[in-house]
Antibody, heavy 125, light 111 residues
Framework: EVQLVQSGAEVKMSGESLRISCKGFGYSFISYWIGWVRQMPGKGLEWMGIIYPADSETRYSPSLHGQVSISADRSIRTAYLQWSSLKASDTAMYYC??????????????????WGQGTMVTVSS | QSVLTQPPSVSGAPGRRVTISCTGSSSNIGAGFDVHWYQQLPGTAPKLLIYGNNHRPSGVPDRFSGSKSGTSASLAITGLQAEDEADYYCQSYDSSLSHWVFGGGTKLTVL
């Protein structure tokens, strides 16, 4: 079965660092871009950035660039989202998603066909 | 303020038809980029409902359909069922931001 499995919920203090993970199963992990999506409590979905696991090329959302770091380890089929210094405003559910289906070969036309179950990050001040 | 604008809420009686609009601009939908739709049931991850404006992934009922015209797109749901009660999001690519964008989401209530 094709799936993305994310790491478990985290509770952290403001200023701490954190890395959450997203592991792919059932498909060629290096062949598809993986994106990270934030959903703050009671709010909508926001793209954070994407990574191509084959060569770790990364593209960040302009609004979140510099606030987080996205990486991947192709040898263990895992993508990561990392913070160096958490803030209370980072409290949210974070989803990883595979950009796996589109009507054209151009990545900008791709949709996210497989989603992880989500990782809840709670940051206390 | 989302780049793509959706109504905050829509509602309909079981068996009826509802539509959800998604309005963009000349740098996203109007530039020719595809629109995709996702359904998020309460407490769950989003699920792809429509891709490429009007294509349904395998397993999505044909009660769900999508369309696009100019700088807007729409999701139509016919034969409303109680299990359709969820949040719905449109998504496209924005050339000014050089990144993917979501609409603010629409909460569907089945009366």
């Amino acid at each position: 079965e094709v799936q993305l499995v994310q790491s478990g919920a985290e509770v952290k203090m403001s200023g701490e660092s954190l890395r959450i993970s997203c592991k792919g199963f059932g498909y060629s992990f290096i062949s598809y871009w993986i994106g990270w999506v934030r959903q703050m409590p009671g709010k909508g979905l926001e793209w954070m950035g994407i990574i191509y696991p084959a060569d770790s090329e990364t593209r960040y959302s302009p609004s979140l660039h510099g606030q987080v770091s996205i990486s991947a380890d192709r040898s263990i089929r895992t993508a990561y989202l990392q913070w160096s210094s958490l803030k209370a405003s980072d409290t949210a559910m974070y989803y990883c998603a595979r950009l796996g289906i589109g009507t054209r070969g151009d990545l900008s036309f791709y949709a996210s066909d497989i989603w992880g179950q989500g990782t809840m990050v709670t940051v206390s001040s | 303020q989302s780049v793509l604008t959706q109504p905050p809420s829509v509602s309909g009686a079981p068996g009826r038809r509802v539509t959800i609009s998604c309005t963009g601009s000349s740098s996203n939908i109007g530039a020719g980029f595809d629109v995709h739709w996702y359904q998020q049931l309460p407490g769950t991850a989003p699920k792809l409902l429509i891709y490429g404006n009007n294509h349904r992934p395998s397993g999505v009922p044909d009660r769900f359909s999508g369309s696009k015209s100019g700088t807007s797109a729409s999701l139509a749901i016919t034969g409303l069922q109680a299990e359709d009660e969820a949040d719905y999001y449109c998504q496209s690519y924005d050339s000014s931001l050089s990144h993917w964008v979501f609409g603010g989401g629409t909460k569907l209530t089945v009366l």
